[in-house]
């Protein structure tokens, strides 16, 4: 089942432009596949001097992980706030998003879980190559009443 820009903006509690998703595309378990074409949006709210950076495809995974979390653990309760408190092993093939072909394929792969943090790999680039690869830490907070 795939899920469009609407489902998926449901999903975030990032609003408008900020949502970085176009749509997931495939979910299992473990592992969370979505598209994007928003790097290359003149209105895209991280861009600086009319440019996107690579580094900004840390924020395309961070989403990612959310929405994968929040697929996992279907809750009727409002969620909790997420912190992204470490990204580590972050290689980046590129200098740029914005230049790259649409869409930007997006694939987290969750590595751990607990009740307060998670831990994902993921990799952001275009379907022939990954521009932007990592692990990214994030602390759940808050109350999940």
């Given at each position: 089942?795939?899920?469009?820009?609407?489902?998926?903006?449901?999903?975030?509690?990032?609003?408008?432009?900020?949502?970085?998703?176009?749509?997931?595309?495939?979910?299992?378990?473990?592992?969370?596949?979505?598209h994007?074409?928003?790097?290359?949006?003149?209105?895209?709210?991280?861009?600086?001097?009319?440019?996107?950076?690579?580094?900004?495809?840390?924020?395309?995974?961070?989403?990612?992980?959310?929405?994968?979390?929040?697929?996992?653990?279907?809750?009727?309760?409002?969620?909790?706030?997420?912190?992204?408190?470490?990204?580590?092993?972050?290689?980046?093939?590129?200098?740029?998003?914005?230049?790259?072909?649409?869409?930007?394929?997006?694939?987290?792969?969750?590595?751990?879980?607990?009740?307060?943090?998670?831990?994902?790999?993921?990799?952001?680039?275009?379907?022939?190559?990954?521009?932007?690869?990592?692990?990214?830490?994030?602390?759940l907070?808050g109350?999940?009443?």
């Amino acid at each position: 089942m795939i899920l469009g820009r609407a489902e998926v903006a449901r999903l975030l509690p990032h609003a408008g432009a900020m949502c970085m998703l176009d749509s997931v595309v495939e979910w299992d378990d473990e592992r969370i596949v979505c598209h994007s074409d928003r790097h290359r949006a003149p209105d895209n709210p991280l861009r600086a001097d009319a440019r996107l950076a690579a580094i900004h495809a840390i924020e395309f995974a961070a989403q990612a992980m959310a929405i994968h979390h929040r697929l996992m653990n279907r809750v009727s309760r409002v969620p909790r706030h997420g912190l992204l408190v470490s990204v580590r092993q972050c290689t980046l093939a590129a200098q740029r998003l914005d230049d790259a072909p649409s869409p930007l394929v997006i694939e987290a792969t969750r590595v751990a879980v607990t009740d307060d943090a998670f831990t994902y790999r993921f990799t952001v680039g275009t379907p022939e190559s990954p521009l932007v690869t990592g692990r990214a830490s994030v602390l759940l907070v808050g109350s999940d009443a």
